[in-house]
Every structure is written in structure tokens, then in C-alpha cells.
T-cell receptor, first 113, second 111 residues
Framework: DGGITQSPKYLFRKEGQNVTLSCEQNLNHDAMYWYRQDPGQGLRLIYYSQIVNDFQKGDIAEGYSVSREKKESFPLTVTSAQKNPTAFYLC????????????FGPGTRLLVL | AQSVSQHNHHVILSEAASLELGCNYSYGGTVNLFWYVQYPGQHLQLLLKYFSGDPLVKGIKGFEAEFIKSKFSFNLRKPSVQWSDTAEYFCAVYGNNRLAFGKGNQVVVIP
């Protein structure tokens, strides 16, 4: 069953703590993306990767980091530098990065304690 | 960078009513256009898309959208909604190496 999986579904972060959100896809897609969704704000691009071992900052990259060591995996780390991390985080993938349809995972909701 | 505008963030209507959601974007170059839908408790999924060709595109569940290049618009329509259409709808525009999303329309259909 092809698709995108994200874990965990809910994640709690304490002050000053880094947390990592997982994203895995078995669609054999080259491009992967991380978005942040806040109520009434739509989706905003955090980072994207067009190919393994390469990634680019999106519109709101500050306080986040990513890696792309494997084609199927694109983990997102929310660092302590991100002052307002409470949000719904969505991972997506597409065959290429030239405007193809992006397919989304179920999301991770991050809450700060 | 391009921007995407969706108006009337909250829409409440009765079953069998017609629905039209507006989407306008700012980018002047070639664009790919999408409408995504997020049903309660479900992940974001593609409703329909326009890349080229016939500007009137049909998607899943009876939805359609019309691309009007001169107006930079890609409005979504459904002639008769059902309770199951209750969801949040997002317009997205790919241009300038970015997929930009509008802020969404929260649609509630009352049985």
C-alpha cells in the first residue's frame, strides 16, 4: 500500500528541547516537502528536497532543520530556536519538483508543554 | 514569490445548495493550479488540478474548477453540496519553483 507515513501523530515538546518528526514515503518520489499548518493560515513551506542529499529552505525555515540521506526519508527537527512550534506539520512528496502533484501524509501535531 | 487569496474563510450552507469558492493568485508566469481538500480527521488530498488544456477541469465528488488566465483566478464549484462535503478547501498555485497555498475555506454543510 503506497503512501506517506508520519510519526508520531502527536508530539509534546518541553522548553529548550529539540524534537524530530519522521516522514517516510514508498512512492519512489524524488521530491519531499515539509509544511506547517496553523489555523486560518493555510500551509507554509518550511523545507524541501528535490533529490537525496540536497535540500532548500522554504519560506519559514528559521528554527527548523532537515536531512535527506535516503530517498524515502525526510525527517524534520524542530529546534529550541523555534519560538512558536505549536502547529500541525505536514510532509508531502512528488515525483519531481517541477510543479507535479504533491501527496500528503497524515500529519504530526506538535504541542509545547 | 506568488501569493494566493481565498476569500470568505468560513462558509455555511445547506445541503443541495450550490458552492463556489474563489481563488486568485498573483504570479504572472506559467502556473500549475490545484485544489486540495481536508476532511475532518483525514489528511490533505487532491480534489482537482490544472496544468494545461481545457480551462474547465473536473475533479472528484462532482467538483469542478475554471481557470481564467486574464483574471488570475481558479474558482472551485459544485452545483449541489452534500453533508459529506464539510471540509476545509485549499487552493494552491505552483509557480516560481514554489507551491503556495491560500489560507483555506472552512465549509460546513448543514443537513
Amino acid at each position: 500500500d503506497g503512501g506517506i507515513t508520519q510519526s508520531p501523530k502527536y508530539l509534546f515538546r518541553k522548553e529548550g528541547q529539540n524534537v524530530t518528526l519522521s516522514c517516510e514515503q514508498n512512492l519512489n518520489h524524488d521530491a519531499m516537502y515539509w509544511y506547517r499548518q496553523d489555523p486560518g493560515q493555510g500551509l507554509r513551506l518550511i523545507y524541501y528536497s528535490q533529490i537525496v542529499n540536497d535540500f532548500q529552505k522554504g519560506d519559514i525555515a528559521e528554527g527548523y532543520s532537515v536531512s535527506r540521506e535516503k530517498k524515502e526519508s525526510f525527517p524534520l527537527t524542530v529546534t529550541s530556536a523555534q519560538k512558536n512550534p505549536t502547529a500541525f506539520y505536514l510532509c508531502a512528496s512528488s515525483e519531481g519538483a517541477g510543479g507535479e502533484t504533491q501527496y500528503f501524509g497524515p500529519g504530526t501535531r506538535l504541542l509545547v508543554l | 514569490a506568488q501569493s494566493v487569496s481565498q476569500h470568505n474563510h468560513h462558509v455555511i450552507l445547506s445541503e443541495a445548495a450550490s458552492l463556489e469558492l474563489g481563488c486568485n493568485y498573483s504570479y504572472g508566469g506559467t502556473v500549475n493550479l490545484f485544489w486540495y481538500v481536508q476532511y475532518p480527521g483525514q489528511h490533505l488530498q487532491l480534489l482537482l488540478k490544472y496544468f494545461s488544456g481545457d480551462p474547465l477541469v473536473k475533479g472528484i465528488k462532482g467538483f469542478e474548477a475554471e481557470f481564467i488566465k486574464s483574471k488570475f483566478s481558479f474558482n472551485l464549484r459544485k452545483p449541489s453540496v452534500q453533508w459529506s462535503d464539510t471540509a476545509e478547501y485549499f487552493c494552491a498555485v505552483y509557480g516560481n519553483n514554489r507551491l503556495a497555498f491560500g489560507k483555506g475555506n472552512q465549509v460546513v454543510v448543514i443537513p
